[in-house]
């Protein structure tokens, strides 16, 4: 039996006894990004990963689902996996149909392992682009895989900088399925949300086939206040942000916990809360159900309804 590895010096596990929401979350919404992390004992992390987390099992992601009122989850590949996506998989096949997911595939993938992903639930492929998670993401190993998923309907999640962008919306574009972008593109909150990096990420966003999670505040903000201690406020300085990207794309933008927030070195958040700064963003009942029910039912089980 193989030694565990310990984790990661610093890291900071998910908050254990997440609040109730005082906002309710209207039937059939969908948490459209979210992780699982081993059991290392049953699932191993990849050698060549950049941290060691916590575990974080379909058991517990599913207990979260629902004290938060969730109804479904898409449970996207977590790099400390690298490519090899049991756990993901386990985890959609034991929701009973409420998960889809989100692979890390290599160019070299066949046809049938495709298949397989697919009849298990998998609905995508992710490409990561911050280069303290991954090593460089050569991009014609990436278009490669955009060309084999293309087939199967299934779409590329982009996690990236905003700053990055220029470098890399040409390539973006170029590729032959629908883009959903992780946590607005990362914006720099400290600066206008009129001002030209998020304007160009929005005139992105508009020029292709791209949809938008409206995600990750915790990540996002700096002078919060943090998603703690009853705080139904938080992060005032990422919502500007947020509100944009809805009103501007109100059939494309999706939400997501992030659960169990990986790499966060500042604090942990309380889900619950993270739950109730929805209204801060979506304000009106219209917008809350299309980013949590319609638009994600759309992406991810069309023809289901909702």
Not at 16 to 22: D, I, L, Q, T, V
Not at 176 to 203: A, K, Y
Request: hydrophobic residues 40%.
């Amino acid at each position: 039996m193989s030694t565990l590895s310990p984790k990661t010096p610093g890291w900071l596990d998910w908050y254990g006894e997440p609040s109730k929401p005082a906002f309710t979350l209207p039937p059939g919404s969908v948490d459209a990004h979210c992780h699982v992390f081993g059991p290392q004992a049953t699932f191993p992390f990849a050698p060549e990963r950049k941290y060691t987390p916590c575990d974080a099992s379909r058991e517990q992601l599913f207990a979260l689902r629902d004290h938060l009122g969730i109804s479904r989850n898409v449970i996207v590949q977590a790099t400390c996996h690298g490519a090899d996506n049991s756990a993901m998989v386990d985890a959609v096949r034991a929701s009973g149909g409420r998960a889809r997911g989100i692979a890390t595939v290599r160019p070299d993938i066949t046809d049938g392992e495709l298949r397989r992903l697919d009849e298990a639930g998998v609905r995508g492929v992710r490409f990561n682009f911050l280069k303290r998670l991954v090593n460089t993401a050569p991009k014609d190993d990436l278009a490669a895989i955009a060309a084999k998923i293309a087939p199967l309907g299934w779409h590329v999640v982009l996690y990236f900088e905003g700053a990055d962008l220029p470098e890399l919306e040409d390539f973006f574009g170029s590729l032959p399925t629908p883009l959903v972008i992780d946590h607005m593109g990362r914006p720099e909150v400290t600066r206008p949300v009129g001002g030209p990096e998020f304007s160009r990420f929005l005139r992105f966003v508009d020029g292709n086939d791209v949809w938008v999670k409206v995600s990750c505040p915790e990540r996002l903000s700096v002078t919060g206040p943090a998603a703690l201690n009853g705080e139904r406020h938080a992060y005032t300085d990422v919502v500007p942000f947020s509100r944009r990207a809805i009103e501007e794309f109100p059939d494309r933008v999706l939400w997501g916990t992030d659960w169990p927030h990986p790499n966060l070195t500042d604090h942990m958040p309380d889900d619950g809360l993270l739950v109730d700064h929805i209204p801060l963003v979506a304000v009106t009942p219209e917008q809350r159900h299309r980013l949590l029910v319609a638009n994600p039912m759309r992406l991810y089980w069309p023809g289901e309804g909702t």
